[in-house]
């Protein structure tokens, strides 16, 4: 079985800092990671996904995450933040030959001007 | 927009009824996936549906059930709720079944139960 844990419940931040997100995951199989917002009120978004090759991978609005396998984890990135990327953030999991996503608890990101 | 609609935006019901949610794909999607989304068990995978066919089962109580019609649409429906069945449901709905397929999600379904 797989599970993911994100360590942050919430990470409040200045606009234009930079900001890290972490997510953990736990697998005896191989497996695929994705990162999804949620902006009030939506549904979820796909901010990107590492399914294999290059270990850096970066998605939508100026987002990036690393994946590492000794670790086991999948943080996200992001270098300068604004007020518009005031969300909640999913980090997610899927295991070969199965396509139920199994998500974390989320982290709040609260971006202040 | 992600292109998966979902209908009703919100639903306020009794303790004890039972309602349907519906949910459309995006146009060509396959696959069909119900999540749920409340504060203590965060979001959890329901049930996938392929091309009509059930594919997987995650923590889908037996009181819900669901189903994916010919025309690809797929309605979730919930019985004898309780109190605790208070959640956002979401639909997702990706081109085909596989792990490394992008899912879209539609704006979910608000659910209350008093």
């Known amino acids: 079985a797989q599970s993911v844990t994100q360590l942050d419940s919430q990470v409040p931040v200045f606009e234009e800092a930079p900001v890290e997100l972490r997510c953990n995951y736990s697998?005896?199989?191989?497996?695929?990671l994705f990162w999804y917002v949620q902006y009030p009120n939506q549904g979820l978004q796909l901010l990107l996904k590492?399914?294999?090759?290059?270990?850096l991978v970066k998605g939508i609005n100026g987002f990036e995450a690393e994946f590492n396998k000794s670790q086991t984890s999948f943080h996200l990135r992001k270098p300068s933040v604004h007020i518009s990327d005031t969300a909640e953030y999913f980090c997610?999991?899927?295991?070969?030959?199965?396509?139920?996503?199994?998500f974390g608890t989320g982290t709040r990101l609260q971006v202040f001007p | 927009d992600s292109g998966v609609t979902q209908t009703p935006k919100h639903l306020i019901t009794a303790t004890g009824q039972r309602v349907t949610l519906r949910c459309s794909p995006r146009?060509?999607?396959?696959?069909v996936y119900w999540y749920q989304q409340s504060l203590d068990q965060g979001l959890q995978f329901l049930i996938q549906?392929?091309?009509?066919?059930?594919?997987a089962k995650g923590n889908i109580l037996e009181r819900f059930s669901a189903q994916q019609f010919p025309d690809l649409h797929s309605e979730l429906n919930l019985s004898s709720l309780e109190l605790g069945d208070s959640a956002l449901y979401f639909c997702?709905?990706?081109?085909?079944?596989?792990?490394?397929?992008?899912?879209?999600f539609g704006p979910g379904t608000r659910l209350t139960v008093t």
């Open positions: 997702a709905s990706s081109v085909d079944s596989g792990e490394t397929n992008e899912q879209y």
């Open positions: 697998s005896s199989v191989s497996v695929y």
């Open positions: 590492y399914l294999s090759g290059s270990t």
């Open positions: 997610a999991v899927t295991a070969y030959n199965t396509d139920k996503l199994i």
């Open positions: 146009s060509g999607d396959l696959s």
């Open positions: 549906y392929y091309n009509g066919e059930e594919r």
